[in-house]
C-alpha cells in the first residue's frame, strides 16, 4: 500500500505537537486539529475542536486525508474512531468500547482479571456512601482511591492512612470533574516501588513494544503537591533492562491484547502500561488507551525511523510487515514549563518570550501544549504551556540540554520541576555499568 501523503492529527496539546512534528519529518503532509500555535508552524491548523466527531469526519472526507491519528482520550472514548471506520476513513486509534481499558478503571480490572496480569487487589464500589463505610470499617493502612472515568489525570488519589482516603473521597465528591468521572470507586492496596511506563503499539495481534520512561505526575519538586497531567518525563527509564521489558511483554502486554480479544473488544492503537515495579515483579497500576503527554515528547525525540510506517500499518492490521522502529541512541528529557496556578485555575493570554533561542538549544526542541497567536507573537492558553524536550547522549546531558533551553523561555508566572529524570540519574550512579552519565550529572542544574 502507498504510505499516506496526507494526515490529520486530532488534538492541541504537546503530544500533538510532537506526533504532527514527527510525521511532518517523515514525509507527510500535517493538518492538525484544532492545534496550537506550535503546530501552525510546521502544519496547517484547522479550527475544528477534537471532540467534534462529525465535524472532523466530514473535514477529513472532503480535504480526501489519508490517515487520521488520535491524540487524546477524550474523542477515543466518544467514539471518533467507529464514526470514521463507519464512514470508511482510515484512523489510528482504538475503538469506544476498546478506549474503556483508559475510560473506565473498572473495566481495565475486568480485563486483567481475565488476562492474569499482575495488579493490585481492589474493591469497587458504585456508591460513595458505600466506599465510606468499607474504610471505616476496614484495618486503617495505606489505599489508593480512584474514580472511575476520565479525570484528565486527576483523578487518582495515593492515601497514606484512612483519614487521606475520606479525605480523597470528599475531594472527587467536591470537584464536579472529578465528580462526573467517578460513576464508580476504586479503593486499591497501595503498591510500593518504581513508577513507570511502557507503551505498544498493536494492531490487535502484533504488538510493538517501545522504550520505558518515568512520568513525574506531581506538581512539585520530590514528587510533592498535588497530581498534574504531568509536570516531565524521560526516556528511557533505567529501572527497566532487555529482560525486564521482555518480561513486561510477555506477561502484561500481550495477556492484556489477547483478553481484549477474547472479549471481543480487540484492541487497535497505543496501549500504554502504568507500572510499578515491586518486589514481586511489575505490576499495573493502570492503562491508557493512546500516547502519554509529555511521554509521547520524550519518546518521539528519540525515534530515527518512521512513525508514519508504524501508524499506518496499524490502522490496516499489517504491523507484522514492517521493520522494528530504530531508536536514537543516548536518552531524552522533556521539561514541562506551566501557568502559575496550575493545576488549578491559571491566566491565559501571558505573552512567551525566548522561544527562538530556546529552539537554538544544541538537540532541543520545544513542543507547544497550550499556546496560541496573540498580538504580536505567542501567548499562554492554559495550564501545561510547553514541554521543552532535548536529547544527549546520556541521560544526564539530555537533562542539561532540557533545562538549558528552558532558561531561554520567559512569561510572567512561568514556572517548571527542577528535577526531572533525577531518580534515573540516582540509579544510574547506584549501578555499577553506568557510564559517563554520572560525571555529567553536575553539569545539570539542580
Known amino acids: ?13 504537546g503530544r500533538e505537537h510532537a506526533i504532527a512534528w514527527k510525521l511532518a519529518k517523515d514525509g507527510a503532509e500535517v493538518l492538525v486539529a484544532p492545534g496550537n500555535a506550535g503546530t501552525a508552524a510546521i502544519a496547517e491548523n484547522v479550527p ?25 482520550e477524550a474523542p477515543l472514548v466518544a467514539g471518533i474512531v467507529d ?23 473498572l473495566f481495565c480490572k475486568q480485563i486483567l482479571h481475565r488476562g492474569d496480569v499482575p495488579t493490585a487487589m481492589f474493591r469497587e464500589f458504585r456508591a460513595m456512601a458505600r466506599a465510606r463505610e468499607y474504610l471505616e470499617a476496614r484495618e486503617d493502612m495505606p489505599v489508593v482511591i480512584k474514580a472511575d472515568g476520565l479525570a484528565a489525570g486527576k483523578g487518582v488519589f495515593v492515601c497514606a492512612d484512612r483519614a487521606a482516603a475520606l479525605e480523597a473521597l470528599a475531594a472527587i465528591s467536591a470537584d464536579p470533574q472529578l465528580a462526573a468521572a467517578s460513576g464508580g470507586i476504586l479503593v486499591e492496596e497501595r503498591l510500593d ?3 513507570v511506563s511502557v507503551m505498544a503499539i498493536t494492531d490487535g495481534r502484533t504488538i510493538v513494544t517501545l522504550p520505558p520512561l518515568q512520568d513525574h505526575k506531581a506538581a512539585h519538586d520530590g514528587d510533592q503537591g498535588p497530581n498534574t497531567g504531568g509536570m516531565g518525563a524521560y526516556c528511557p527509564a533505567p529501572f527497566v533492562d532487555a529482560d525486564m521489558l521482555a518480561d513486561i511483554e510477555a506477561r502484561i502486554l500481550v495477556p492484556t491484547v489477547h483478553a481484549m480479544r477474547r472479549a471481543k473488544v480487540p484492541f487497535q492503537g497505543v496501549l500504554y502500561a502504568g507500572l510499578m515495579l515491586t518486589a514481586q515483579g511489575p505490576k499495573v497500576l493502570e492503562f491508557n488507551a493512546r500516547f502519554g503527554d509529555p511521554e509521547c515528547e520524550a519518546l518521539l525525540a528519540r525515534l530515527d525511523s518512521s512513525l508514519l510506517d508504524l501508524l499506518d500499518a496499524t490502522a490496516d492490521r499489517r504491523l507484522d510487515e514492517v521493520q522494528p522502529p530504530i531508536w536514537r541512541n543516548g536518552a531524552s528529557v522533556t521539561v514541562v514549563m506551566a501557568s502559575a496556578g496550575y493545576p488549578g485555575s491559571v491566566e491565559k493570554g501571558r505573552p512567551i518570550r525566548g522561544l527562538d533561542a530556546a529552539a537554538r538549544v544544541t538537540d532541543a526542541q520545544v513542543f507547544h501544549a497550550a499556546t496560541r497567536a496573540g498580538d504580536g507573537g505567542v501567548v499562554t492558553d492554559g495550564g501545561r504551556v510547553l514541554a521543552v524536550t532535548a536529547t544527549g547522549a546520556s541521560l544526564a546531558r539530555a537533562k542539561l540540554q532540557a533545562y538549558t533551553a528552558v532558561k531561554e523561555i520567559r512569561w510572567p508566572g512561568a514556572w517548571c520541576r527542577k528535577d526531572i529524570s533525577d531518580k534515573g540519574l540516582r540509579h544510574e550512579r547506584e549501578t555499577p555499568a553506568a557510564d559517563d552519565a554520572s560525571t555529567l550529572a553536575a553539569e545539570a542544574p539542580p
Do not use: H, W, Y
Open 193 to 195: 516501588g518504581v513508577e
Open 83 to 105: 464514526a470514521f471506520q463507519n464512514a470508511g476513513l482510515r484512523i489510528f486509534g482504538p475503538t469506544a468500547r476498546a478506549a474503556q481499558i483508559e475510560g473506565s478503571k
Open 1 to 13: 500500500m502507498t504510505t499516506p501523503r496526507r494526515v490529520l492529527v486530532v488534538g492541541g496539546g
Open 48 to 72: 475544528l475542536a477534537a471532540t467534534d466527531v462529525p465535524a472532523l469526519v466530514e473535514f477529513a472526507r472532503r480535504r480526501e486525508v489519508d490517515l487520521t491519528v488520535v491524540g487524546p
